[in-house]
Each structure stands twice: as structure tokens, then as C-alpha cells.
């Protein structure tokens, strides 16, 4: 059974950071075209990176660069989602999403929600102002 599990969050002053993780199970996460992606309520859940298959390219949201990076430990078949200058803006559920077929980075082809079968519970990471 395939199953993510999503940990890291809690509540941050802004400009701090956090680490943010994503466990995998029943499936290897190096194979897959992984997503973390993050919800405010009311709002529509957005891509914030994306990682292909055995990780030949990551895409961040403009809204991330410079201050988010992916990183994975194949060994631990583990995720992360390191976190830095963290804005209020920022404050959010964040999800993993794990897909077999890859998405087009074309026109935001990696957001779409209907092409990830496999999604954590989610993290809920709160950065105070």
C-alpha cells in the first residue's frame, strides 16, 4: 500500500525556517514525480516544487525560489522541504503528492491535482508576523 506521511510543521516567527518531511511507503519516492504542494483554507492548494523521477529537475513556484529547496535521502526513502525567510504568506497546509505519470511543466501542468494518486494528511505550518 502506498502511503506519505507528512511532518516538520509547527509555528514559526517570520524570517525563520523549517524542515519540512515527507515519508514514503510501499513505493520507492526516487521512482515517482513528487510534488509538495499547500493549502490555505478557502483558497485552491498551489504547487510550491516539484521533483521528477530520480530528481533530473526540480521547479520551484516564483513565490518560493531562492528561499525553498527540495532535497531527498533515497536511503530513507524520505523528502524534505527546507524552508527559509519564512513570510506570514507562508502559512499554510503542506502537502506531499506523488504521481507515476509526469506532469508537464508547461502552463503549470505540475499543479494539477488530478494527476497525483498518492497525498499525505498534510502538515500545517503557521509563521507568525
Known amino acids: 500500500e502506498v502511503h506519505l506521511v507528512e511532518s516538520g510543521g509547527g509555528l514559526v516567527q517570520a524570517g525563520g525556517s523549517l524542515r519540512l518531511s515527507c515519508a514514503a511507503s510501499?513505493?520507492?519516492?526516487?521512482?515517482?514525480?513528487i510534488t509538495w504542494f499547500r493549502q490555505v483554507p478557502g483558497k485552491d492548494r498551489e504547487g510550491v516544487v516539484y521533483?521528477?523521477?530520480?530528481?533530473?529537475?526540480?521547479y520551484y513556484a516564483d513565490f518560493v525560489k531562492g528561499r525553498f529547496t527540495i532535497s531527498s535521502d533515497n536511503a530513507k526513502n524520505t523528502l524534505y522541504l527546507q524552508m527559509n525567510s519564512l513570510k506570514p504568506e507562508d502559512t499554510a497546509v503542506y502537502y506531499c503528492?506523488?504521481?507515476?505519470?509526469?506532469?508537464?511543466?508547461?502552463?503549470?501542468?505540475?499543479?494539477?491535482?488530478?494527476?497525483?494518486?498518492?497525498w499525505g494528511q498534510g502538515t500545517q505550518v503557521t509563521v507568525s508576523s
Open positions: 521533483k521528477s523521477k530520480h530528481g533530473d529537475v526540480i
Open positions: 510501499g513505493f520507492s519516492l526516487d521512482d515517482y514525480y
Open positions: 503528492a506523488a504521481t507515476e505519470i509526469r506532469p508537464t511543466l508547461r502552463k503549470g501542468g505540475w499543479t494539477m491535482l488530478e494527476l497525483y494518486d498518492s
